[in-house]
């Protein structure tokens, strides 16, 4: 662990061991997340809380606001969505696998976390591609090719909207839309609980309801694709892994290692509540922590050869979910199935996969994600 200083004279420490990530994890009465999860950047009081969204918050209050839609995520409740799911992941390889160049992002990744996400939430299939616009705009905005920097007066413009960006608008008027429709006809999906279920003793207000929703596509649906981008990439540069994932059965623990080896969240912050020591360093109240995940997904201590990618590794304790604490990833059950049923599928209907040109990836810190990923899928 150690500390590393910013422009502005702040600083942050680096978290990069599995150990320790784990215990900053878990220890969420010493390492808050009303800091800000995903930047270094301090935002005023009034501004943080106008952005919040459930990962900017601490238990009892992140407790209430996940238990709306819990019950949705659970391994039980995603494993009757396998018979569906397993026919949208063939039919996307199948219209894919036809042995010329493709992009692999646009016509497999991009295409199976939103529309399976959309189904669960209840939000109109149409939507799905404007979603996945609007999530590269607010996620990937320090990429020149999702449009230019916010001048100033534009930054301060919005400065009150989740990122700082005024895609989120676009984000928040189909949630309106929405919940105007399940509060007049409510139905038994995920929106119509987030509309009229209380948390913490009252419902959400329309603010809080715009925020969730927009937590929950965007986070929903670019980890997930980013994980699928980088497993194709994977098995295109390990030809040897590909031959194993064929084998009956391999696909389980095929899809921890592409959730090991990817890695889309590269850290999450947390913010120290109290003076406490942690690896042999005192840690005082208000120092921002990063929680490396990519780091210790490649801690020595607790994998066999982590330079390696190995579809039949079975000691894969990774952190990509977070794995410790309150704030373990809601939609761990549902990216595991969608990647197990990916690499069974792909085992069963392709006959290699194949590098058809150069890989671009975003431009990012927070995310490690590809934004073109050219292919051949025989």
């Given at each position: 662990?150690?500390?590393?200083?910013?422009?502005?004279?702040?600083?942050?420490?680096?978290?990069?061991?599995?150990?320790?990530?784990?215990?900053?994890?878990?220890?969420?009465?010493?390492?808050?997340?009303?800091?800000?999860?995903v930047s270094y950047e301090d935002l005023p009081a009034e501004q943080a809380d106008a952005r919040r969204t459930m990962l900017e918050e601490d238990p009892p209050r992140h407790t209430a606001l996940r238990a709306l839609v819990n019950r949705d995520f659970l391994p039980r409740q995603v494993a009757r969505r396998e018979v569906a799911l397993r026919r949208l992941v063939a039919d996307t390889i199948d219209r894919a696998a036809t042995g010329a160049p493709l992009d692999a992002v646009a016509t497999v990744a991009r295409q199976i976390p939103i529309r399976l996400l959309c189904g669960i939430l209840g939000v109109p299939g149409e939507a799905a591609d404007d979603l996945v616009r609007w999530g590269n705009e607010l996620i990937g905005q320090d990429d020149p090719e999702y449009g230019p920097p916010l001048p100033a007066a534009e930054r301060a413009r919005w400065r009150d909207l989740p990122f700082g960006h005024p895609s989120s608008l676009r984000v928040f008027e189909l949630a309106r839309s929405l919940r105007r429709e399940r509060l007049a006809r409510p139905r038994d999906d995920v929106l119509t609980r987030m509309a009229i279920m209380e948390a913490g003793g009252r419902r959400l207000s329309g603010a809080e309801f715009d925020r969730y929703f927009l937590m929950l596509v965007v986070?929903?649906?670019?980890?997930?694709?980013?994980?699928?981008?980088?497993?194709?990439?994977?098995?295109?540069?390990?030809?040897?892994?590909?031959?194993?994932?064929?084998?009956?059965?391999?696909?389980?623990?095929?899809?921890?290692?592409?959730?090991?080896?990817?890695?889309?969240?590269n850290f999450h912050r947390r913010t120290a509540t109290r003076d406490v020591e942690l690896r042999g360093r005192r840690i005082r109240r208000g120092d921002k922590l990063g929680m490396y995940y990519a780091s210790a997904n490649r801690d020595e201590r607790v994998f066999d050869h982590p330079p390696t990618f190995d579809v039949t590794r079975r000691r894969n304790?990774?952190?990509?979910?977070?794995?410790?604490?309150?704030?373990?990833?809601?939609?761990?059950?549902?990216?595991?199935?969608?990647?197990?049923?990916?690499?069974?599928?792909?085992?069963?209907?392709?006959?290699?996969?194949?590098?058809?040109?150069?890989?671009?990836?975003?431009?990012?810190?927070?995310?490690?994600?590809?934004?073109?990923?050219?292919?051949?899928?025989?």
């Open positions: 662990m150690s500390w590393w200083p910013l422009r502005d004279g702040d600083g942050f420490w680096a978290v990069a061991l599995h150990e320790d990530v784990l215990a900053v994890s878990r220890d969420v009465a010493a390492f808050s997340s009303r800091g800000g999860v986070a929903g649906n670019e980890t997930t694709r980013h994980a699928i981008s980088a497993g194709l990439l994977a098995l295109a540069e390990h030809p040897d892994q590909w031959d194993l994932l064929r084998r009956p059965g391999a696909a389980a623990a095929a899809a921890e290692e592409v959730l090991r080896w990817s890695t889309p969240i304790d990774h952190l990509t979910f977070g794995k410790a604490g309150p704030h373990f990833c809601l939609g761990a059950s549902l990216a595991r199935l969608e990647l197990r049923l990916l690499l069974e599928e792909l085992a069963a209907r392709v006959g290699g996969v194949e590098l058809a040109g150069p890989v671009r990836r975003l431009r990012s810190n927070h995310i490690n994600g590809l934004k073109e990923l050219p292919l051949r899928l025989s």
